[in-house]
Each structure stands twice: as C-alpha cells, then as structure tokens.
C-alpha cells in the first residue's frame, strides 16, 4: 500500500520536471500599425532547414495554412515575402540565414520604424526552433515573425507531424487584429 502513494509522488514529480522540456514555446510579434487584411499574395523568398523533405513539409503546412486565411502564394512579387529558418544545430545556422537577407532592415535597431526597434538578438535562438517572418515586398520591412520551439521525436515520421503542427500553431495567429490609430 506504501508504494502506491510513493509511485504516484514520483510519477508527479517527473510530470513536473520534464513538462517544460517537452513543451512548445510559441512567440508573434508584428508591427501594430499594419492591416494584415489588405495582403492577398505572398511569395517565399528564403527557406532553410536541416533536410530538404522538412523544408517541403514546411512549405506545405504554410501554403495550405495560409490558403485558410485567403492568401495564396506566386512565384515572385506577392504582397509579402515570407522566409522560413528551421533551428537545429547551432546559433550560427540562424545567424547565416538572416547576414544573407540583404536589403532587408529586420536588423538594424532603427530600421524598423516601431516594430522591433530595439534590434533583434540572433544569439539566443533555441535549438529546434522554426521561424517565419513575413516583409513588406515593397519596403522590405519586417511586418510579422512567428517562432516556435518544439521538442524532437526519435522518428522521421513524427517528426513530420512536429513540424506540420508548429507551422499550424504559428499560422493559426496570424493575421493578428488590427486596430484603426
């Protein structure tokens, strides 16, 4: 009879410890001063991941999220260009990603005009971490950015399912409200 409340204990004590570990860390911030609504088309314009079939299952989720929220992607010259950065080895992987991104003013700390404006750290990205970012095609700006940490599975195929989830769950808040200045 002991070892059942024992048990338990213990069973509580390793939900509790390994909870966070396991959880997903969801993150959106965007610039308030943008109607997201007045966007009908996007195009990709960098993606990066590990493994190329993830880079496709990050482009599927997207598009067929995005589609839901009466956006639809073409070729070039869409209302926003979307890019794409999976986490998983290192800080540099990130960091790479966006020194590549020329032209666009996400990095600099004056550069954004209130959103972001005091600069973006690329320094402390957690690993297994899928961001997407959104800019004007026009000005180049950054308009919206959506991070999500999840944890890895031990398969292939549930890893699929991570990343369709995590790309959902992102989507799934845009596009924020938008409130008249």
Do not use: C
């Not at 839901?68 to 960091?95: C, L, P």
């Not at 004007?136 to 890893?159: C, F, M, Y």
């Amino acid at each position: 009879m002991r070892s059942i409340p024992r048990t338990l204990a213990a069973a509580l004590f390793i939900a509790v410890v390994a909870a966070p570990a396991l959880a997903q860390t969801v993150t959106i911030d965007y610039d308030h001063s943008v109607n997201f609504l007045k966007f009908k088309t996007f195009s990709w314009q960098k993606l990066h991941a590990t493994d190329p079939s993830v880079e496709d299952r990050i482009t599927i989720a997207f598009n067929r999220d995005m589609e839901g929220r009466y956006m639809t992607e073409v070729a070039n010259g869409g209302d926003v260009i979307v890019t794409a950065v999976e986490a998983t080895q290192d800080k540099a992987e990130f960091t790479n990603f966006y020194s590549a991104l020329t032209g666009f003013t996400w990095q600099s700390a004056a550069g954004s005009g209130g959103f972001l404006d005091a600069g973006t750290t690329l320094a402390d990205v957690p690993l297994n971490t899928l961001i997407i970012d959104m800019y004007d095609t026009k000005t180049h700006v950054l308009l919206w950015r959506g991070a999500i940490t999840e944890p890895v599975a031990a398969s292939q195929d549930k890893n699929d399912r991570i990343i369709d989830h995590a790309v959902t769950e992102l989507i799934g808040k845009y596009p924020p409200k938008y409130k008249k200045p």
